[in-house]
Every structure is written in structure tokens, then in C-alpha cells.
């Protein structure tokens, strides 16, 4: 417009500085600013219209603080005609810390490289934290499951005492008696684990298809809903883990039932 050059900001932008398009604002580089400051004077700075706003809901700090400009208007302000920075797309981002490395060895110490995990290593040391978080949560679940289990077992073997000695007088040894204990432990574990596992699978195929848990893309998200990767090795793991413990759990029921005197467990 009237011989101005266009500039593209982003949404943040033009909320923070109020901009619509078609408005017109100064671009002002640090060297203007060097040089207005040792003349004493205003500095001048280069005017721009607003021919575009974009939101790229790929990063919040590209939509709050980034905006386009040609190059015929930037190397002026740069004094500089060469690019500072720049973006470097692979087929397996997996291999990003060895593709640095290979930069770094190939630029030297004159370049700075980051790969996408130091860039985001917030949002990664987040996930971690939360990860920790799940794992404690869901150790706590089984250590009181396991103990609910242990306590349930123990009044049994207390309840069922009188019974436990009319067995042992029928020849039942005290091997065969801590054995039904131990049994009825990895029978509750199984079955708790068995249901466990088929809810959580139920629950993250519905994720996965229907998409229950959904993300505003608008407020930065780069994903429009909760992304799950089931690992086999950790549902297989967790499931034998939680079997272990309740098994775990039956032992000292089944030591205290073995124990119990013949007379004294005849004697209400």
C-alpha cells in the first residue's frame, strides 16, 4: 500500500499490539536503536503494513513473538543479507542427537545446534515428572489392593480356625493348608489383573477411535487429542507385577493358618 512493504504477524502479535490488517506499524532493529541513541534522536525505523495474521498452533512461542518480512525490508534492517538461523527437517527425527553430532563436528563451535528435545525440554522434563507421578500412583494402588488382600486372608484364617483344625485332623499337612492361601492370593491377583488390564486396553481403544479426550489447538496444542501408544512389555509387566504382590500378600495368611496348634485351634 502507497509503496509499503507487508509484514505477516502472528496472532500473538497482533493481540498484544492490538493490529488488525491494513494497519501500519514501525519495525525498528537494534542497530536503529544504537544509532538514535549515540545521535540522541528518535529512532526512525522502517514502516510495514499488516498484510496477514497467522496462527501455526505448532508453538506458543511462535504464535506470541514471531512476524514476516520480505527480504528486501530485513537485510536493510540487519545489515546483513545471509541467514542467521536455520530449520532442519529429518525422515527420523529418532536420529536428531546423532545428526547434531554430525553437524557440530562438521560447523564447528561457531554454530549452535539444538535438537527438538533440547527445545522443548520443558514440555519432556514435564513428561517425566508425570510419568514418576503414574508410577508412584499406581504403586500405592497395589501396595493397598495387596494389603486389603493380606487383611482379608488373615480374618479368614482367624474365622475359619475351627475348620483349619478339622483338616489337620483329617491328615491335611500344614504344607497343603499355607498352599490354598497361597492359591486363593494368586487367584484374587489373576483375576484383578486379568480385569485391570482388559478395562485399561478397553479404555485406550476408545481413546485411540473415538477420541474422548480432545485438545484446543487454538490455546498452542500440537496435537488435536491425547495421543496413546500401548507398549505390550509394560502391560505385560505391570499385569505380572501386580499378580507377584497379591501372591506376595497371601504368604503370611498362609504361615499364620499352617501354624495354628491343633488343640488351640480346636478350642473356640
Not at 522443548?120 to 504403586?139: C, I, K
Request: proline residues 3%.
Amino acid at each position: 500500500r502507497d509503496g509499503i512493504a507487508g509484514v505477516v504477524v502472528s496472532s500473538g502479535v497482533a493481540q498484544s499490539l492490538n493490529l488488525f490488517l491494513g494497519d501500519t506499524l514501525r519495525v525498528i532493529s537494534p542497530r536503529q536503536i544504537e544509532s538514535a541513541l549515540t545521535m540522541m534522536s528518535m529512532p526512525s525505523g522502517t514502516p510495514v503494513v499488516v498484510v496477514g495474521v497467522f496462527q501455526s498452533n505448532a508453538s506458543r512461542d511462535v504464535d506470541a513473538s514471531t512476524v514476516y518480512l520480505s527480504a528486501e525490508v530485513l537485510t536493510p534492517l540487519i545489515a546483513s543479507s545471509e541467514p542467521t538461523e536455520w530449520h532442519v527437517r529429518i525422515d527420523q527425527p529418532e536420529r536428531s542427537e546423532q545428526v547434531a553430532a554430525e553437524l557440530a563436528a562438521s560447523l564447528g563451535s561457531a554454530a549452535r545446534i539444538e535438537t527438538w528435545q533440547q527445545i522443548n525440554s520443558g514440555v519432556y522434563d514435564t513428561m517425566r515428572l508425570e510419568r514418576l507421578g503414574s508410577f508412584v500412583v499406581l504403586l500405592l494402588i497395589i501396595v493397598v489392593a495387596a494389603f486389603s488382600i493380606l487383611v482379608s486372608l488373615t480374618m479368614g484364617v482367624v474365622e475359619k480356625r475351627h475348620d483349619i483344625a478339622m483338616l489337620k485332623t483329617m491328615g491335611m499337612t500344614n504344607t497343603t493348608i499355607a498352599r490354598i492361601y497361597v492359591w486363593q492370593g494368586l487367584f484374587i491377583g489373576v483375576i484383578s489383573a486379568g480385569l485391570g488390564t482388559v478395562i485399561g486396553l478397553a479404555l485406550c481403544w476408545g481413546q485411540l477411535h473415538f477420541q474422548w479426550i480432545r485438545f484446543d489447538m487454538s490455546q498452542g496444542y500440537l496435537i488435536p487429542a491425547l495421543p496413546l501408544d500401548v507398549q505390550t512389555v509394560d502391560v505385560v509387566t505391570t499385569a505380572v507385577c501386580a499378580v507377584m504382590v497379591s501372591s506376595a500378600a497371601a504368604i503370611y495368611p498362609a504361615m499364620r493358618a499352617a501354624a495354628l496348634e491343633l488343640i488351640s485351634s480346636q478350642t473356640r
